[in-house]
């Protein structure tokens, strides 16, 4: 059975840095792409971008880009959303999705970040 | 980029009636058209991939239709369990993939 697993509940301050994981298992992780989906309270579904597990290749949503950082450990099947600097705004449910050929077939259980001073 | 648009935002109808959602591209994408129904402090689920092909498991009662830039989600008789919101997404233009705002459907 597929499964992606994600990492728990986070608080941070503002200028915090973090990272959370999504763990995938029950299929051959490099054979198909990762991406995370922002989901900020009360409001809908945002792509922020993907991975490729087997090289680490990586396209950002213009939303995103230079702000998140996505990396992966192919040895423990896992992809890595990172912040270095959080803002409040960060505060959201971000869920890791598996890229089937025409959808995304699995989901995460979401990780929820919330940033206040 | 392209946009999604669903129409309308929320909708209230009652057990047994039909219901259709709208998404609308702004632009041309094709057949690369999926619906998800995310039911209240859930994971979004895949119904319906490149337009009108039902996800494995999901009940006949939802269905999909459309090309190019106009695309309809039904359900032909809504169930208690069908509260959730639904979202359309394109990902005709990958790397890129959009969705839309989400309905919201109340019964």
């Known amino acids: 059975e597929v499964n992606l697993v994600q990492s728990g509940v986070e608080v941070k301050r503002p200028g915090e840095s973090l990272r959370i994981s999504c763990k995938g298992s029950?299929?051959?992780?490099?054979?198909?792409?990762i991406s995370w989906v922002r989901q900020m309270p009360g409001k809908g579904l945002e792509w922020m971008g993907r991975?490729?597990?087997?090289?680490?290749?990586?396209n950002y949503g213009p939303s995103f880009q230079g702000h998140v950082t996505f990396s992966t450990d192919k040895s423990l099947s896992i992809v890595y959303l990172q912040w270095s600097s959080l803002r409040t705004s960060d505060t959201a449910m971000y869920f890791c999705a598996r890229e089937g050929p025409v959808a995304y077939d699995s989901w995460g259980q979401g990780t929820l970040l919330i940033v206040s001073s | 980029d392209i946009q999604m648009t669903q129409s309308p935002s929320s909708l209230s109808a009652s057990l047994g009636d039909r219901v259709t959602i709208t998404c609308q591209a702004t632009e041309d994408i094709s057949n690369y058209l999926n619906w998800y129904q995310q039911k209240p402090g859930k994971v979004p689920k895949l119904l319906i991939y490149d337009v009108s092909i039902l996800e494995t498991g999901v009940p006949s009662r939802f269905s999909g239709s459309g090309s190019g830039t106009n695309f309809t989600f039904s359900i032909s008789s809504l169930q208690t369990e069908d509260l959730a919101t639904y979202y359309c997404q394109q990902y005709y233009h990958l790397p890129m993939c959009s969705f839309g705002q989400g309905t919201t459907l109340e019964i």
């Open positions: 029950g299929y051959d992780f490099t054979r198909y792409w």
């Open positions: 991975i490729d597990p087997s090289d680490s290749y990586v």
